[in-house]
């Protein structure tokens, strides 16, 4: 019975995953739609995990007995998991540590480390608390007003707390690498997320020169990272340059943040949970 518990929960999965097609729209519906084909099988998995390893190898459910292999299944599957997000953890542990033996420097009112590189780049590398990381090549080819636009930019990332939502993301992202369409929907993820900061700076800020600012970045930034990282340019992150410069050329769109009622869909994971009662 748990075995077969496990193949629903992949099959439905597999089906979730395979119908998504790019959505069209506004940011905040594009947003809420891929964000769900993108976290919602995942946590399908995981919940039927726990609740097959919560239930343990013997006993009954249905009036069908139970097996190990079900449960050696769940708990090799929960210890990858597990593995994953260490290995990830260490990885950004790192690009923190490297971000913190940069000098600091003074940019107006905001404070960076300042990164010994002739590339351009800018960007939050951290967790909760970011840090805003600039490169010399940056602040030597940039004019003041262009330097403003992009701090802005940086700022949206911090303000939404960008690095740590994408840590998890990401993580979620090498767990499930073998699901179809996962490589589509982190690279709209990664795009939509920047949206949302180049969303946050063009009303601090005026949005051509901002578009100006990132036509700069993203053609000369070699320089790119996907962990604790939120930066303007990302060339290798799927990054749609036209689709952000006509963003910001467009009339803004209105503010909708999604509403508390769009997250109970994701209830629906929990369902294998509920199974747990019905074991004996």
Known sequence: MHLMMILIALGVAWWLRSSWKEPQGSWSL????????????????????????????Q?????MYTGSISYLLALI?????????????????QSVESARNCPLVNLGDTRARLLQ????????????????????????????????SVLAHEQGHYQYRDTFWFFWLGWVRSCTAWLPNTEPLWQELLVLRELRADSYAALQVDPLVLAESL?????????SSEICCAALGSPNAG??????????????????????????????????????????
């Open 117 to 148: 590189t002739e590339a351009m780049f800018a960007g939050q590398i951290g967790f909760w608390q970011p840090e805003l990381v600039v490169s010399e090549g940056l602040l030597q080819t940039l004019s003041p007003n262009h330097l403003e």
């Open 59 to 63: 006993g009954k459910m249905g009036g």
């Open 77 to 93: 599957y929960l210890a990858i998991f597990a593995i994953l997000c260490l290995r990830l953890a260490f990885q950004g542990w």
């Open 215 to 223: 036509l700069l970045v993203v053609s000369s930034s070699p320089l």
């Open 30 to 57: 594009r947003w809420r739609r891929s964000l769900f084909i993108f976290l919602f099988p995942p946590l399908l998995i995981f919940m039927t995990a726990i609740a097959v390893l919560f239930m343990g190898a």
């Open 239 to 280: 990054d749609r340059l036209e689709q952000r410069v006509e963003a910001l050329l467009a009339p803004p769109e209105a503010n909708t943040e999604a509403q508390l009622h769009s997250w109970h869909s994701f209830l629906l994971a929990f369902l294998p949970l509920i199974t747990v009662i019905f074991h004996t």
